[in-house]
């Protein structure tokens, strides 16, 4: 008899902590639904003023320390509503003092950011794209910190870093190219695409899309070199008297292997090595001046929001094209 009392005590002890969680996030559920439409008009601005999206990778870390803040707020913002609207319907609000009437209307709103806050960092936390831009992001900071640690050894050099070049702007004729990495020496000029993919890469330099493979599948990815290649042929027609740029395709992710590639699509830790070894076969080349290149290129390069929207929009319909003319390529009609 008391091995069983014991036994169904120890089933209702683990049954609490379930009901508390469960109730926990009951809780949670109705304070997201409450607040999302009331604060949805400032997600936008408050994400980039804040930086909610880069914070989003590291929410795995923080979240045990934030949750409980969150907690915190969601209580005191949803108590506090529910008091104020028995108060407003009941007519006791009235009879309040004005200091507890602004303290609650004050801080009500600010307990209720603080909830939101969190809540949009931890849905980006697990928002696939966003996921991928930051893996993006991480990736060009890497290529970028390596193309820095490789200018010492290269001197004079300059480099220019996430650019957008706008050429005869305002014009009918208006296009741009954007360049993750520039770099310049006294050698060469190049143009460095990167790149964030995992695992296996088949780059065929003359398919249209490379062959990916990872633990969790096969898929595929733009070819970034003929990329590249493109964007270094329209600086080298904009941009008269330079040399033929260098085109080099770093990718950045876990364990990758290149297979069926051109040596100038490499590991972004392989990067440096790739540009040594141009370096070394331009070596009888008359020099560069890279300060003058530099200013040349810099003349175009535009941080305008509005450039970079068209931007987005003609690269998206030459995507767009190319892919309808793959189409049609690869058919078999006859």
Known sequence: ???????NTDHQDSLLPAFLFSLLHAAKFCTQWTLRPLFFWVKSPMTEACRLKSASAEWSTLKWICQPIQWIAGIYAMGGLLIAIHDIYTGH????????AVMVFATLPLAGLVFML????????????????????????????????LCPSLTPCATLH??????HPGTSNEYSV?????????????????????GIIHAAPDSPTWKTETVAGQGSMRNALRQAK??????EREL?????????????????????????????????????????????????????????????????????????ARADAARQRAELREIVRTSSVS
């Open 1 to 7: 008899m008391n091995a069983i009392m014991t036994k």
């Open 93 to 100: 609000l009235l009879l309040r003092s004005t200091r507890q």
């Open 118 to 149: 969190f809540d949009w960092i931890d849905g980006y936390s697990e928002d696939p794209q966003v996921r991928k831009e930051l893996a993006g992001k991480r990736a060009e900071e890497t290529v970028q910190k390596i193309i820095e640690a």
């Open 162 to 167: 996430g650019a957008l070049f706008v050429f």
């Open 178 to 198: 954007e360049a993750d990495h520039i770099l310049v020496t006294p050698q060469n000029l190049y143009l460095v695409e990167t790149k964030h993919k995992c």
């Open 230 to 235: 493109n964007s270094a042929r329209a600086l």
């Open 240 to 312: 008269g008297g330079i040399p033929s740029i260098v085109p080099l395709v770093a990718i950045h992710g876990e364990e990758v292997v290149i297979v069926g590639g051109p040596s100038n699509v490499v590991s972004a830790y392989d990067l440096p090595l790739a540009i040594k070894a141009f370096e070394f076969a331009s070596r009888q080349r008359p020099a560069l001046n890279p300060s003058a290149i530099f200013l040349a290129l810099q003349s175009h390069v535009s941080t305008d929001a509005e450039d970079w929207q068209r931007h987005v």
